[in-house]
């Protein structure tokens, strides 16, 4: 085939690769409108909130040399409701070392809203101002951040946590970041 | 009625720019103001991702439109503002994508198939075979002038 003659594929050529890479954007579970976070491998924001219920303040300070995980909740969010029993089976199996960050809440409601669905968390702090879920980053609840020993965010997740996204993103962390 | 139109477009259309920003959130400097404004313009309301958090009746559009006024009013300079927020929520915040080796493609990709189809039509145009340049001989003058005529 001379070159003038193979010249003519060329749109088919182009084409072809157009819609190999645009068929990325149609492929069954891909979301353009999750974000990666800008902060992964970066030191968590410091923050020191007062604690729900009269419990001691969460800081940022209280995750010395452990894996935490830090969940941003409200009672008004729905899929908060769905996550729950992943967070409480997580607590139970004693998987991981969560903390809550109620954002945008009423406190009297946020406990109904543990005594209702249960409490996975070592310890919550008030988000009320909503300043440190944008110091994560976070743009809508619930997500969920994982820090490791050093202090530094590994991973997020946003929206309700599920028992895929345990098994296939949170057990391989841990074994990432060594959790004994 | 095409008035009318226009006319409940441009309403609608100041209608929902009221509605956004609320007048408290507004700082007394009006040039402050101004500033904190047009970086609101730019950045990306990430609840409804397509209107900025200018236009954004969105909770967080809100807080951040605080935030930036506050950025603002402790000293801070556009660009600072702005690095302010896309420390935390990154590039995609800017509804403008920087320039840089990541959105190269982006950018440029559009004069690239430019110059593509710029090339394409020079070699075509250059391999068309171009007519004799001879003069007519009498048979072709005749039948021209026939031709002419019958036109009339």
């Not at chain 1, 954007?25 to 979301?31: D, K, S, T």
């Not at chain 1, 209280?62 to 899929?79: G, L």
């Not at chain 2, 408290?24 to 313009?41: C, D, H």
Request: aromatic share 10%; charged share 25%.
């Amino acid at each position: 085939m001379s070159w003038r003659r193979a010249a003519y594929l060329l749109p088919l050529i182009a084409f072809a690769a157009l819609a190999i890479y645009l068929s990325h954007g149609l492929a069954p579970g891909y979301n353009p409108e999750l974000l990666p976070s800008a902060l992964i491998d970066k030191p968590a924001p410091a923050f020191d909130l007062v604690g729900l219920k009269g419990e001691a303040r969460l800081s940022n300070r209280a995750f010395a040399d452990e894996i935490v995980f830090v969940n941003f909740f409200a009672s008004w969010c729905v899929p908060c409701r769905e996550e729950s029993p992943v967070l409480m089976d997580l607590a139970r199996r004693n998987v991981i070392v969560l903390y809550g960050i109620d954002y945008k809440d009423k406190p009297e409601d946020a406990e109904k809203f543990l005594q209702q669905y249960g409490d996975p968390y070592r310890r919550i702090g008030v988000d009320d101002s909503g300043r440190t879920a944008i110091n994560f980053g976070v743009y809508g609840v619930p997500e969920t951040y994982a820090i490791d020993r050093t202090g530094h965010i590994r991973w997020r997740h946003v929206g309700p946590l599920t028992a895929d996204v345990v098994k296939k993103e949170i057990m391989p962390l841990l074994q990432e970041l060594g959790a004994s | 009625m095409i008035r009318a139109l226009i006319a409940a477009a441009i309403l609608l259309g100041v209608a929902q720019a009221a509605f956004a920003v609320e007048p408290s959130e507004m700082l007394a400097n009006p040039a402050l103001e101004a500033r904190a404004e047009a970086i609101g313009k730019q950045l990306r309301c990430l609840v409804c991702q397509n209107e900025s958090i200018e236009d954004s009746g969105a909770d967080l559009a809100h807080d951040l439109r605080v935030l930036i006024r506050e950025r603002l009013k402790a000293g801070d300079s556009d660009a600072q503002a702005i690095k302010y927020v896309t420390d935390r929520y990154g590039d995609f915040v800017l509804l403008k994508p920087p320039v840089e080796p990541a959105t190269y493609l982006l950018w440029f990709s559009p004069f690239v198939i430019l110059a593509v189809g710029a090339a394409g039509a020079w070699f075509y145009l250059r391999r068309r075979p171009t007519p004799p340049d001879e003069p007519l001989d009498l048979n072709q003058r005749r039948q021209l002038e026939r031709l002419l005529i019958d036109d009339q």
